[in-house]
């Protein structure tokens, strides 16, 4: 389990294990969304979406294209909240 963070980081890492189907604590910062979990486009898309509605942001398409691990997802999500 990644240690440290956020409210709205840990939703994030929730609804990223959740879309990869995989357990929360099996995550890691350096894991690839496509390469190591799997998620291609459709599930990314389901990914944004999700994380918007769970935490009431949006997120750009520009910060989105620069999502490519856990790690930046959840740099993405540390001023949020």
């Known amino acids: 389990m990644i240690e440290g963070l956020s409210e ?12 990869a189907e995989r357990p929360v604590d099996e995550l890691e910062r350096r894991h690839e969304m496509v390469a190591d979990l799997g998620i291609d486009s459709p599930k990314a898309l389901r990914l944004l979406l999700d994380l918007e509605d769970r935490l009431d942001i949006e997120i750009s398409d520009e910060a989105a294209a620069r999502m490519d691990t856990v790690g930046d997802v959840l740099d993405q999500l540390a001023g949020v909240g």
């Open 8 to 19: 709205a980081q840990t939703a994030g890492l929730e609804v990223i294990a959740a879309i």
